[in-house]
């Protein structure tokens, strides 16, 4: 175990010095950043002093070592549009990011595993058929689609149109979603539950929780048709195993050998893909966060591109890749949780 944290360590050090390089090389690609700093009326003369002042003309190793060096020190610079450490302004609004990761990645957990190895073990029935369609289609539907149509159903001031106004799930979703129509579609809300510093949250509140779900549906939506597609095929080939026709020719429970031999094999691979596709959910965020205003990291990069915030856009690609570097580490380790036949090495005992 000792070993293999010390290569993984070392491996995620080369990972995120790659990372450095390439965010730090394609900031002379977006934009000047004395504009964001000085207004109009700044004459040449003092233009070129100011950059002479931050290192600008220095050459790109020397303002390499530069960064890198106050990087480590946790200084990735100021925002040029708050005036504020990129970190301090990161972390402000990573929990609204992080809290709708969490709650996608609850509903693609609860939803896709049994779905998956329902139409694992029940390959023709009809209901595993209108899965498998629902999932091809929900594949082929962008994210943006998929929050701008719940906005149209579920939003405040729109009506179901599928059913009555007056009867039906039409009235009964909008009684219970809100008492102004319908479900709230913009921001956090207004009743978040403080837990420490500037971290809030909308798990603790009906309010938070109301407004938290359209977006996570939304986000839900990318990944959910693949882990059901993934756990199904997976679980279908390990149903094919000799070991699992030896276990049904003694016997055993189906109920046993599905969900306690079976699956238990079939959640490795899952949990490989489940690794890369959490950290992929991060930056998948932009676009959701766009659409339902949702004030995360996602939108704040937005923001900052359309700013030319240069060092809040090099300090959210560092950041993002440091999730993508601790989540693949993380399931590594889960490898030998899950399966304790696999040694961390990659070879089996």
Do not use: C
């Not at 220095?58 to 005036?83: C, E, H, K, M, T």
């Not at 302004?89 to 329902?118: C, D, F, N």
């Not at 490989?272 to 930056?283: P, R």
């Amino acid at each position: 175990m000792l070993a293999f944290l010390v290569q993984r360590i070392g491996q995620a050090i080369l990972v995120m010095f790659v990372i450095s390089v390439i965010s730090f090389a394609i900031q002379d690609g977006l934009g000047d950043p004395l504009r964001q700093m000085v207004g109009q009326s700044v004459s040449e003369a003092e233009r070129e002093q100011l950059r002479e002042d931050l290192g600008l003309n220095d050459p790109f190793l020397v303002q390499y070592v530069r960064f890198a060096g106050n990087a480590i020190q946790g200084d990735l610079g100021n925002s040029y549009f708050y005036g504020e450490p990129t970190m301090d302004v990161i972390l402000e609004h990573l929990p609204a990011t992080l809290e709708l990761v969490i709650a996608a990645s609850l509903i693609i957990g609860l939803l896709s595993v049994p779905i998956g190895v329902y139409a694992a073990i029940r390959p023709r029935a009809w209901l595993s058929k209108f899965f498998m369609g629902v999932s091809t289609v929900g594949i082929s539907i962008p994210v943006f689609l998929t929050a701008i149509v719940l906005i149209q159903l579920f939003s405040i001031g729109v009506t179901v149109t599928w059913f009555p106004s007056d009867t039906g799930w039409g009235q009964w979703l909008n009684e219970l979603f809100s008492t102004e129509g319908g479900m709230p579609s913009y921001g956090r809300g207004g009743e978040l539950t403080h837990l420490f510093g500037t971290w809030h949250s909308n798990f603790f509140s009906w309010d938070g929780l109301m407004h938290l779900l359209l977006p996570a549906v939304s986000l839900a939506s990318i990944m959910l048709p693949l882990f059901i597609r993934l756990i199904r095929a997976e679980m279908m080939e390990v149903l094919q195993s000799d070991y699992i026709r030896y276990a049904q020719a003694k016997g055993i429970a189906p109920g046993r050998i599905n969900f306690l031999h079976a699956l238990k094999n079939t959640m490795l691979p899952v949990i490989t893909v489940g690794g890369v596709q959490l950290g992929i959910m991060v930056a998948y965020t932009i676009l959701t966060e766009t659409v339902f205003q949702w004030p995360g990291v996602g939108l704040m990069f937005l923001e900052a591109i359309t700013r030319s915030d240069i060092p809040l856009i090099v300090s959210y690609l560092m950041i993002v890749g440091l999730i993508f570097v601790i989540t693949n580490t993380v399931v590594d380790l889960v490898y030998g949780l899950v399966n304790p036949t696999v040694k961390l090495t990659g070879k089996k005992a």
